[in-house]
């Protein structure tokens, strides 16, 4: 039941972000706003809406509200490169905050990095567009985690294999499916340009 359940809030959870997808396609397209400038815009409002969302996610992983400051603050302390776990029976869960600075700012940088490509990919193209490069991620990813060189990674099962076969299938049949109709003598439909 509770898998179901969180399945569902993951799949909801995709319709903001398809509809804020066409929406800044159709705007961008009228109004010539930087993507630099766009992404600030969304950062600070995706900041103030996490602040009351936080209440629930606190709940959802088993934290009482009223640690919701404390746990900030070791956060904040944990970014200075300053413990706030220490001593405990298994030396594993203490916190290792020497190198959090780096690493916490190396994933900001990717995915301020990543933001704008997308808000680009958006202006330059269309959302069709950024949802194909988004399902390609997800066959490259499966791919990268096999890497040897990779912390913990897996090799690829043959389910896996079915799965990137049908994936990239599914993307070719999408953006060529018109022309190979056509070619094939199977009629209409859309054009393969205009995507």
């Not at 969180?6 to 066409?22: E, I, Q, R, T």
């Not at 869960?93 to 959090?100: I, P, R």
Request: with cysteine.
């Amino acid at each position: 039941g509770g898998q179901l359940l969180w399945s569902g809030v993951m799949m909801l959870s995709c319709l903001p972000m398809a509809l804020s997808s066409v929406y800044k396609e159709s705007t961008m397209a009228d109004v010539n706003m930087d993507a630099v400038l766009l992404n600030g815009y969304i950062a600070v409002w995706q900041f103030l809406a996490c602040l009351p969302s936080a209440i629930p996610a606190a709940l959802a992983q088993g934290m009482a509200v009223e640690d919701i400051p404390a746990n900030t603050i070791n956060g904040f302390r944990c970014y200075m490169g300053q413990d706030s776990i220490v001593n405990s029976t298994n030396p594993s869960l203490d916190d290792h905050c020497a190198s959090s600075r780096v690493d916490v700012n190396v994933y900001l940088g990717f995915n301020v990095m990543y933001n704008i490509l997308m808000i680009l990919i958006l202006k330059y193209g269309s959302a069709n567009i950024m949802f194909m490069a988004l399902t390609l991620m997800v066959p490259m990813g499966n791919v990268a985690f096999s890497l040897p060189w990779v912390p913990g990674h897996q090799d690829l099962t043959p389910f896996d294999y079915s799965g990137l076969f049908v994936i990239l299938g599914g993307l070719v049949t999408y953006r060529f499916g018109g022309s190979l109709a056509r070619l094939c003598g199977l009629g209409g439909g859309q054009r393969d340009d205009d995507l």
